[in-house]
């Protein structure tokens, strides 16, 4: 076929980013690329472990004369996220990536590109493939179901690997200068508890909050954001502190690592005192609004009186107030060792009563230390129980706690300032990597990601810089040659 990337370099990974563009494969419809790199396997005469759910391992010996040097892992996935104009009649399923250059920058026609991460998926077969270049033995990773939860490396039985120094090249949207030094691992909750009603007949107050900006938990935690619910809860429980308050309902939120944008809430309070009720949370509201001028200035309190008919008995309403007051939020711990890294934060992102009676309360923790995971999820259980609430574990995904004496990181910024005279910057992730599920089953990995410059993944607008996918090819080549001196 004509590639469309014809005259760029490195013409070898490029090719195979064009090959793998034209498979379907969108989260958890991995088989047909995983079938493409087994075959390739063989046809090099590559040792390869696949597994159930389709991630697959290739395993390339050293260059002659350096079979002593340790190995190295590299690893990304082969899933992309599927996303396209309205106007696009693009199938996912069986339809092969149109691409086209703008610019330099190498893009798709009408839908994501899948450069997050066919440029781990393309660099690696380049790397196998090739012959002509210094290298140690490689262990090549290509998972699945990133993007749907880092499941493929969480099954991934890394038994089979020798190596202890990992390159990660996940291609998400950065400059080629960046390098994620660290990222949080994560332990899901789910509160449930009966939800006890009665009848009344009675007078309340219905509460509204709106103009949130919300945002994924991972990514504007440090932005001091404000969680509907949790402001909920601060507003109902001043009203409790005036008068007996009985909660009708109380919900908001629709992800664990979504921040609250809007929540709502119906209380019941003793007649011919709804007036009252309403004043404290007018004025507990106007204190919010102040509070978040710079974060939510779109903050917005609404009330009005209304009929109450049915509630939750004091004993379950008070215990969902103080769940809820009590519950621990936001940033807990930042580090000492670097500027601006949140080592450990929690989001209560749904509150709802389910078909079945119960109240329903989902929770995410988001910590790079597993020590400080472990104490805020026994605070989380504690109150649970306080609050005759059950605590359920969910989904948990590994921490890569960031690592001052990495050696792997030296030799690779070491590397890129010698070719191109400017230092690697070093970033933080506050969401789950891949990188941490691999860290959990082998403790004792030395990481480093390194990859092209690219932007706007996950969109329709989403572009690989050409220039820069052929600058890290030869970086990391410089790399594996650097790693065979020492």
């Known amino acids: 076929m004509e590639l469309v990337t014809k005259g760029y370099k490195p013409e070898d990974a490029l090719g195979y980013f064009e090959e793998i563009s034209a498979i379907p494969r969108a989260s958890g419809?991995?088989?047909?690329?995983?079938?493409?790199i087994c075959r390739f396997a063989e046809e090099h005469g590559l040792e390869y472990h696949r597994d159930d759910v389709h991630n697959v391992i290739v395993k390339k010996p050293a260059s002659k004369g350096y079979e002593d040097v340790p190995p190295v892992i590299l690893q990304g996935h082969t899933d992309m996220v599927c996303v396209k104009l309205p106007e696009c009649d693009h199938d996912?399923?069986?339809?092969?990536?149109e691409l086209e250059i703008r610019d330099g920058w190498l893009t798709a026609?009408?839908?994501?590109?899948?450069?997050?991460?066919?440029?781990?998926?393309?660099?690696?077969?380049?790397?196998?493939?090739?012959?002509?270049?210094?290298?140690?033995a490689l262990e090549c990773v290509f998972t699945s179901m990133e993007e749907i939860g880092l499941l493929g490396a969480s099954a991934l039985d890394a038994?089979?690997?020798q190596g202890r120094r990992m390159i990660n090249m996940d291609g998400g949207a950065s400059e080629d200068c960046d390098s994620v030094v660290s990222s949080a691992g994560g332990q899901v909750y789910d509160f449930y508890r009966k939800a006890d009603l009665e009848k009344v007949s009675g007078e309340g107050v219905e509460l509204s909050i709106r103009g949130l900006l919300g945002g994924h938990s991972a990514i504007v935690m440090n932005q001091g954001r404000g969680n509907g619910l949790k402001l909920m809860a601060r507003i109902?429980?001043?009203?409790?502190?005036?008068?007996?308050v009985r909660i009708s309902s109380f919900s908001g939120g629709m992800k664990m690592n979504a921040i609250v944008s809007a929540s709502d809430a119906v209380i019941n309070v003793p007649e011919g005192r709804v007036g009252e009720a309403m004043a404290i949370a007018g004025r507990i509201g106007s204190d919010i609004k102040e509070e978040l001028k710079i974060s939510d200035p779109g903050f917005e309190l609404t009330m009005a009186p209304k009929a109450v008919d049915e509630v939750m008995t004091a004993e379950c309403s008070d215990a969902l107030l103080h769940f809820m007051e009590l519950l621990p939020d936001g940033i807990h711990n930042m580090s000492q060792e670097m500027k601006d890294l949140i080592l450990c934060s929690s989001n209560v992102g749904v509150l709802e009563l389910l078909p079945d009676g119960r109240i329903h309360v989902l929770d995410c923790i988001r910590s790079t230390d597993e020590s400080l995971k472990e104490a805020l999820s026994d605070r989380f259980e504690t109150l649970a129980r306080l609050c005759g609430f059950e605590a359920v574990k969910g989904t948990s995904f590994g921490a890569w706690k960031y690592d001052a004496g990495s050696k792997l990181?030296?030799?690779?910024?070491?590397?890129y300032k010698d070719m191109f005279g400017k230092d690697m910057r070093y970033t933080?992730?506050?969401?789950?990597?891949?990188?941490?599920?691999?860290?959990?089953?082998?403790?004792?990995l030395d990481i480093v990601c390194m990859c092209p410059t690219a932007r706007e993944a996950h969109t329709t607008d989403e572009a690989l810089n050409l220039e820069s996918f052929g600058r890290m090819y030869d970086c990391l080549l410089a790399v594996f040659e650097e790693l065979c001196r020492r």
């Open 109 to 136: 026609k009408g839908t994501t590109l899948g450069a997050d991460d066919g440029v781990a998926v393309a660099y690696m077969l380049a790397f196998l493939a090739k012959e002509d270049y210094v290298h140690p």
């Open 409 to 415: 990181r030296a030799v690779c910024s070491k590397v």
């Open 29 to 36: 419809n991995e088989k047909a690329v995983a079938d493409y």
């Open 159 to 161: 038994s089979v690997l």
């Open 428 to 444: 933080t992730s506050h969401g789950g990597l891949e990188c941490g599920e691999l860290k959990a089953k082998i403790p004792d």
């Open 236 to 244: 109902i429980t001043a009203i409790a502190k005036e008068m007996n």
């Open 92 to 97: 996912f399923d069986k339809d092969p990536i």
